[in-house]
Nanobody, 123 residues
Framework: QVQLAESGGGLVQSGGSLRLSCAVS????????MGWFRQAPGKEREFVAG????????RYADSVKGRFTISRDVATNTVYLQMNSLKPEDTAVYYC????????????????WGQGTQVTVSS
């Protein structure tokens, strides 16, 4: 099975930038889609961005479009989330996820998850 490990979270000022990384290991098939999700206290886990491994097709939540960029490096089996123009509303635990198929928005259909990394944006 697939193992995922996030890193790069931390405390940043409003308007600042942060880059999250997700290291992918284990059995990994070319038809997989990778996603970033986030969960704030008292709220459901929500879709942020997704990318297909083979073609690099991307999809973004409206709330982050134009500010966040998802990418993958096939040589290092790493998925990135570049976050710019951060807002306090972006504060959440960010999770890396994977599934064997297309990019999908609902969190509950992804079978593989990392442990999460905290992102806190101060005003």
């Amino acid at each position: 099975q697939v193992q995922l490990a996030e890193s790069g979270g931390g405390l940043v000022q409003s308007g600042g930038s942060l880059r999250l990384s997700c290291a992918v290991s284990g059995r990994f098939f070319g038809g997989y889609a990778m996603g970033w999700f986030r969960q704030a206290p008292g709220k459901e886990r929500e879709f942020v961005a997704g990318i297909t491994w083979t073609a690099g097709s991307t999809r973004y939540a409206d709330s982050v479009k134009g500010r966040f960029t998802i990418s993958r490096d096939v040589a290092t089996n790493t998925v990135y989330l570049q976050m710019n123009s951060l807002k306090p509303e972006d504060t959440a635990v960010y999770y890396c996820a994977a599934r064997g198929g297309a990019i999908m928005v609902p969190a509950n259909i992804y079978g593989y998850w990392g442990q999460g990394t905290q992102v806190t944006v101060s005003s």
